[in-house]
């Protein structure tokens, strides 16, 4: 089963203790790179949570996000009495300077800025205890499994779009392989014709057994079965590799890279305008499931 590198995941964890949310997120890498992005009082645990992702992921540039919050961390409201006092001072001093004898509430000034604060109480320690990290393995795995989920998910999309295109190549084989014969029977024709328009009018005569081994050596040498049986032996060894390996995304691209180069060959040897255009129809649709199994695993 092939799986794309893109996705995400994603786990949390709420008690009366701790909230604990878990992100996963993942993109095209040739190789597994990990990022961890995690509160300092976790730190302790930083080694473990990179063994697991290595464990688990194999390709990809992996993002682990992890927020924590325990009680002592939740907002509290506190009033801030020197800055009270002081907007009370100058209210009142302002009142008696014009002379108005409304009367300043509590609500007004609570109002004012800087009055109402939000303070954050936050501890400076390490949490690095067994049960917490059995706690925190398990909302990782959670993440990663969710993660696999979308990958797999993603990756039949690929699949759907790689065997189009794989398909689409069959097709045209079928058709190059139909036209190969023509390639020497045109030769033939032509060269028999050419040497008949030369010696027209002359007394010089070629033997035909002269002709047909100039016509065997063109036969030979624009010969494209061999590697038209290679890369359709290489269209077969990539489905193998989609149904039965995993990870098979740096394989699938070598299995991609032989047959451009099969293609290629058969281009050069054919010698022919109508398989030409078919070859350059075969790159085309390499060059797209290139591009796809670029995002495989």
Not at 99 to 114: F, W
Not at 138 to 161: A, C, F, H, P, Y
Not at 179 to 208: C, F, H, W
Request: aromatic share 4%.
């Amino acid at each position: 089963m092939i799986k794309s590198m893109t996705g995400f995941g994603q786990s949390e964890l709420k008690d009366e203790e701790k909230t604990i949310t878990v992100e996963l997120r993942s993109v095209n890498n040739k190789y597994l790179k990990i990022n961890i992005r995690i509160p300092d009082l976790l730190s302790g645990v930083e080694d473990k949570l990179e063994k697991l992702l290595k464990s688990e992921l194999s390709r990809g540039t992996i993002n682990l996000t992890i927020d924590y919050k325990t009680c002592d961390q939740i907002a509290k409201c506190a009033i801030n009495t020197d800055i009270l006092r002081e907007y009370h001072s100058l209210i009142s001093n302002a009142r008696e300077e014009i002379s108005i004898q409304q009367d300043v509430t509590l609500d007004n000034l609570i109002s004012l800025p800087g009055v109402l604060e939000f303070k954050r109480d936050s501890s400076n320690g390490k949490v690095e205890n067994e049960d917490f990290w059995q706690e925190l393995e398990q909302l990782v795995k959670l993440s990663i499994n969710d993660l696999k989920k979308m990958r797999e998910t993603e990756g039949q999309n690929l699949r759907i779009e790689i065997d189009k295109w794989k398909d689409n190549i069959s097709v045209l084989l079928d058709d190059i392989e139909t036209m190969a014969p023509k390639v020497v029977k045109e030769y033939s024709s032509k060269i028999q014709e050419r040497v008949s328009s030369l010696l027209e009018g002359t007394d010089s005569k070629i033997e035909n057994s002269d002709l047909h081994k100039e016509i065997a050596i063109f036969a030979d040498r624009c010969d494209i079965s061999e590697e038209l049986g290679r890369l359709r032996s290489h269209i077969l060894l990539f489905d193998n590799v989609m149904d039965n390996e995993e990870p098979n995304g740096r394989k699938l691209e070598f299995i991609v890279q032989e047959m451009f180069r099969e293609a290629n060959t058969i281009a050069s040897k054919a010698n022919y305008a109508d398989i030409i255009k078919d070859v350059i129809s075969i790159k085309t649709e390499i060059e797209r499931m290139k591009e796809q199994i670029l995002n495989l695993e």
